[in-house]
């Protein structure tokens, strides 16, 4: 790779990153328009490195192209939203069945740790950060590689719902119950309780972000 397109793809990479935590931390709604000359004057890159971050965070499932009318953040019907939960919470039983008797929770505390900083500090970006870390370590406590990158695959498809929902909780000062139910799961977890895993993972599912 020259030194030029290192460039470009650096360029690529900080844009991703950019426009990536936007939208997953509920800054950018659902459905709304991401205009090519704006975002170029804003993250100070030229066109060709902005398409291409356009062209990989559709991959993610975080953009869609509309013809003739350009990008805008992606959105999901209440149908779409409800089959991917579905999908999330096979993944997250599966897993939850072939965790070690004695997992190594370092991360997960990790996780934990850093949404209740993130709350008391009011920081929604880190707040979705952290959310997102810590149903991850919760998969990758099952030992399979495999399935908690599909975990992840589909956990981004439905964070920016999940996004605008934590932003609701902030705006009506209730997002200190996001972390109580965080700490259920964590507390069931190190108990090694798997009906209160699952428990408390249907207590916080898909009905929580769901309009």
Do not use: W
């Not at 804003?42 to 990008?71: D, F, K, N, T, Y």
């Amino acid at each position: 790779m020259t030194e030029g397109e290192l460039q470009t793809y650096s360029l690529v990479e900080l844009a991703v990153e950019r426009l990536r935590r936007e939208i997953l931390s509920g800054r950018s709604d659902p459905g709304e328009r991401l205009v090519e000359e704006q975002l170029t004057r804003r993250l100070g890159i030229s066109r060709a490195p902005l398409r291409e971050a356009m062209r990989l965070l559709a991959q993610q499932g975080l953009v869609e192209h509309i013809p003739r009318r350009g990008a805008r953040v992606a959105t999901l019907s209440d149908d779409d939203v409800r089959e991917l939960y579905e999908v999330r919470d096979v993944l997250e039983r599966h897993a939850v069945s072939s965790m070690p008797a004695a997992p190594d929770l370092t991360a997960l505390r990790a996780a934990l740790d850093a949404m209740r900083e993130a709350t008391e500090a009011g920081d929604r970006l880190e707040l979705a950060n952290a959310h997102r870390r810590f149903h991850t370590e919760v998969v990758a406590l099952g030992g399979n590689r495999q399935l908690a990158d599909l975990y992840g695959s589909v956990l981004v498809r439905i964070q920016l719902y999940m996004a605008v929902n934590m932003r609701r909780e902030a705006e009506a000062a209730r997002a200190a119950e996001g972390v109580l139910r965080h700490e259920r799961l964590f507390a069931a977890v190190e108990r090694g309780d798997v009906q209160g895993i699952a428990a408390a993972l249907n207590d916080h599912g898909a009905r929580t972000y769901l309009t």
